[in-house]
């Protein structure tokens, strides 16, 4: 099957680019954001539950790296 490649599927493709990028903007509008003090206190509170998990997740690996070690010698 061949593909539609000729002048009108280059003018749908443009006319659907300007339409998607209209539509997006217009969402955007819409949208609640955020202040600036919400983005401060949930960023920190990413970190803050991440380093926590890396630290729990890397005792646990410790952990079982020891425990390996002891049942391989």
């Known amino acids: 099957m061949a593909r539609n490649t000729g002048p ?3 003018a749908s ?4 680019s300007v ?22 206190r949930l960023s920190i509170m990413v970190i803050v539950v991440a380093g926590a998990v ?4 890397g005792l646990v690996d ?3 790296t020891r425990l390996f070690e ?3 010698r």
């Open 8 to 10: 009108t599927a280059e």
């Open 13 to 16: 493709r443009r006319v659907f």
């Open 19 to 40: 339409r998607f990028i209209g539509e997006t903007i217009a969402e955007l509008r819409r949208v609640t954001w955020p202040s600036r003090e919400e983005t401060i």
């Open 54 to 57: 890396g630290a729990f997740l």
């Open 62 to 64: 410790l952990g079982f």
């Open 70 to 72: 002891i049942i391989l």
